[in-house]
Structure formats: C-alpha cells, structure tokens
C-alpha cells in the first residue's frame, strides 16, 4: 500500500511563472500555504505552522491508489491561453517519491480530473486553516501597533 509509504505532499499550481497556491502537507502536521489560486490574489502571504486537525491524513483518504500508476508529465496537446503548470509531490522515508506535473493551457483540457480533484480537495481541506492563520497574523499586527499609543 503506497499511501502508507508518504509523509508529504506538495502541491504548487503556477499559471504565468507566478505561484497561484502552494499547499505542503505532512504526516507530522506540519502545513504551509500560500495563495488560493487566483493569480489576482498573488500577494496573499506564505503562512506556516502545526495542525493536529489530520489535514495529510484527510487528503490521502480522497486519493485512489490506482493513481500512483500513473505518475510523470502530461503535456496537453493545443494548449491555449496563459501556460499552467499543476504539480504535485508525493514523498516518503528511503527514497519514495510520486511525481505528477501537468502543463496545460488556461483556456484549453486541463489536467486529468484525477490530479484536480487532488488539487481542490487540498485547497478545500486547508482553507479553514489558511483563513484562521491570515487573521491571527492581522491580529498580531494590529497588538503590535497598540503598544505605541
């Protein structure tokens, strides 16, 4: 079983050379996002910390393990629009390592439903964290302020 073999995943969607999101996740709760896939909202900052929430664990169980037969690159044919590049990284301890890149057009066949829905359970998955983190931060910023009045 190869899922059991992970301890991370890194998932990066770059549409134009610029990073759209970015989602790390792993076993031991570590997480990292940046963005949430709208190349408007680039300047959305790289937020980082623990989860006990099981947000890996939570992504491996919407993942098939027929898909890791199938893991390399997928040029689509006819690609049109701003060039996008879905990636996502699956490693483990002693060498393991499942590797999909997608390069496609915006406005032509994106990826395989199989690796989007990867992507879009992950967003789906760490957005509650993501949002929290963002506030905390403002927060932070705004107690930092108040202590010059």
């Known amino acids: 079983m190869i899922k ?3 301890d991370k995943v890194l998932i990066t969607l770059e549409i134009d050379d610029k990073t759209s999101i970015l989602i790390l996740l792993t076993r031991n709760g570590e997480i990292s ?16 910390g623990i989860s006990h929430d099981g947000h890996f ?3 491996l169980m919407t993942i098939s393990e027929d898909i890791f037969n199938y893991t ?5 044919p006819e690609r049109l629009g ?3 590049t879905l990636s996502i990284i699956f490693q ?4 393991v390592d499942y590797s999909f890149r ?6 032509s066949q994106g990826p395989p439903a199989e690796l989007a829905q990867i992507l879009i359970n992950a967003v789906k998955l760490t957005e509650p964290w993501y949002q929290e983190q963002m506030k905390d931060e403002k927060e932070e ?7 010059w009045k």
């Open 72 to 76: 390399g690159v997928i040029k689509q």
């Open 4 to 6: 059991a073999l992970l």
């Open 57 to 59: 664990e939570a992504l």
């Open 33 to 48: 996002r940046k963005g949430n896939g709208n190349l408007k909202d680039t300047h959305l900052p790289l937020m980082q």
């Open 82 to 84: 701003k060039e996008c």
């Open 92 to 95: 483990g301890k002693i060498d």
């Open 102 to 107: 997608v390069l496609y057009g915006e406005d």
């Open 141 to 147: 910023a705004k107690k930092w302020w108040q202590l």
